[in-house]
């Protein structure tokens, strides 16, 4: 189940162009003791397909994020690391030249710069987690997802 | 729900000791894709209240924990930011002199040195993640946790 890959080739083209900018911010948010509740934190819907909540602590972010059956998170990368758990439904990866099927109770740990593509094999429940937090997201500057 | 506190006095007497040591590896870990499961990752039981299994990335590390009912976690601080997730049951915390009541659907962002201790008014299911990882979790040199 495990995979070393940081030196392994993917199948994208030399020309792809996945990296996104901004997805750091510049100031540190000041620590801070927070009580929330999910039910209770914002929800933005992005598209018809794709809903998500943040979570934002100073290095670590949460976002649980609801993708209808069909989204496809377009290939992308970030320098900043991801940690995708799965809590329902069936998120197809596909990351360092291979598809990877990542199912309820099951985890996929994702490094810095990493390209990576998702799609929707069900309606899925998840929960990523970011360090340092995904200004992009917190920004709303993320268009790469909002394009569907 | 939000209160700051970064500030604010606890009720620790001065003399409390109740920061940890060697919470940090001096080593970062090499980022690696990682495709794991719950139900494979071994189960550490530290004390019968207290069971716990971990995934640890570069900077990320995610902790599924199970409390049984009266389960106390001492006082303790450490310079990792941690995020408490609570999936099931109700865990109380004490912490910037207040007792907080964490449920099933809530989290609780806890500021790098903020002592804090934790009671079990149920059984509870929590995921905590820290960044950088618990080196003493790691290490298992987590002494003030096998004492009961």
Request: proline share 6%; charged share 30%; with cysteine.
């Amino acid at each position: 189940m495990k995979n070393k890959s940081v030196k392994k080739k993917t199948t994208l083209r030399p020309t792809a162009r996945v990296g996104l900018n901004g997805t750091v911010a510049r100031k540190k948010k000041t620590p801070e003791l927070k009580h929330l509740a999910w039910d209770e934190v914002e929800r933005e819907i992005l598209t018809p397909l794709f809903e998500r909540q943040l979570i934002v602590g100073q290095e670590i972010m949460l976002a649980r994020i609801v993708l209808r059956k069909g989204c496809i998170v377009p290939m992308h990368s970030h320098i900043n690391e991801q940690v995708s758990t799965i809590l329902e439904g069936t998120l197809k990866f596909f990351i360092d030249g291979k598809e990877v099927l990542v199912g309820a109770g099951e985890i996929l740990t994702i490094p810095p710069n990493m390209p990576h593509k998702a799609e929707a094999m069900t309606d899925v429940l998840a929960i990523d987690i970011f360090t340092p937090p995904r200004a992009d997201w917190i920004n709303k500057t993320d268009s790469y997802l909002r394009k569907k």
